[in-house]
């Protein structure tokens, strides 16, 4: 197979042409648009996908974890772990077994889940949601997750709570779908169960609070700043937000708000409404 030049970044067209070397790279330009750039030569990874490796397995995940979210291969992950750590491997990785007479030299452990869980919540980290669903079915195999397995765990959590989710659809763990589906009575059916729950103030506090950290660090100018513990979603023509209010009655409620159409984005302005209402309400009911 020929290997492709990589596209153009300002108009995506193909038609480059070798331009001098800078730093030891291989500058291009493009013969449509006349931009100039500086890539690698070949194909090699981007720098953005070693950086994600070398963070989630910071995270605690396992090679061959991570190999699978980023579509690399877990000898890869490895050498630039090893890199990043100032090592350098040579030769080549072999993958197997593990031999039974083998010896445990080094365990690392990740952070606890609620550390994970805040990180992946307030800043709506897609990348560490899909692996936190992943590995729920690694932990009950012992090997690697499976996106089946996961979501039949899911889906038995929450019968055996009494929660019924006929709706329910999850096709890859991360809010990253278009296949996914969940109603509003399901979230906070959720939310619902989660505040009875003893681990209710860990998740609550892994929402962004309005206007204080997080995404919402910059929304919210009205009572419900810093009163009202929120998960945001967005895709192109999806806009949503569910969490926890605190009322002027000191009155917890759950919100959830979903909207689906194609200028659903313009409606964020009625979901942060929603908000300020229920935070506003001083009534005894």
């Known amino acids: 197979m020929i290997p492709t030049l990589p596209p153009c970044p300002r108009c995506g067209s193909r038609r480059l042409i070798r331009f001098g070397i800078v730093a030891g790279k291989q500058r291009r330009r493009c013969k449509r648009c006349r931009y100039q750039f500086t890539r690698p030569e070949g194909h090699g990874t981007p720098e953005p996908t070693k950086r994600a490796a070398v963070s989630l397995y910071g995270h605690g995940l396992s090679f061959n974890t991570v190999a699978h979210l980023l579509g690399t291969t877990a000898q890869s992950v490895l050498r630039w ?27 690392y452990e990740s952070e606890p889940l609620a550390n994970l869980v805040r990180d992946m919540n307030k800043f709506s980290n897609n990348v560490m949601a899909r692996h936190i ?99 945001g979603g967005t895709l192109a023509g999806v806009q949503s937000q569910a969490g926890y209010v605190l009322d002027t009655r000191g009155r917890w409620w759950i919100v959830v708000m979903m909207v689906n159409h194609a200028n659903a984005n313009a409606a964020q302005p009625a979901l942060d409404a929603l908000v300020e209402w229920v935070a506003s309400r001083s009534d005894k009911r």
């Open 81 to 107: 772990v090893w890199s990043e750590a100032g090592g350098v491997l040579r030769g080549r990785v072999r993958a197997g077994a593990t031999p039974a007479e083998a010896t445990l030299l080094y365990r």
């Open 133 to 231: 669903f992943l590995a729920l079915s690694a932990e009950k195999t012992a090997g690697n997750g499976e996106i089946r397995a996961s979501e039949r765990l899911v889906r038995d959590w929450l019968k055996a709570r009494g929660i019924a989710a006929p709706e329910l659809a999850l096709e890859n763990g991360s809010g990253l779908s278009r296949d996914s589906r969940a109603s509003a009575a399901t979230i906070a059916a959720v939310l619902r169960n989660a505040w009875a729950s003893p681990l209710m103030p860990e998740l609550s506090s892994s929402f962004p609070l309005l206007a204080v950290d997080g995404t919402l660090k910059n929304r919210g100018i009205g009572s419900a700043s810093g009163r009202a513990h929120l998960k």
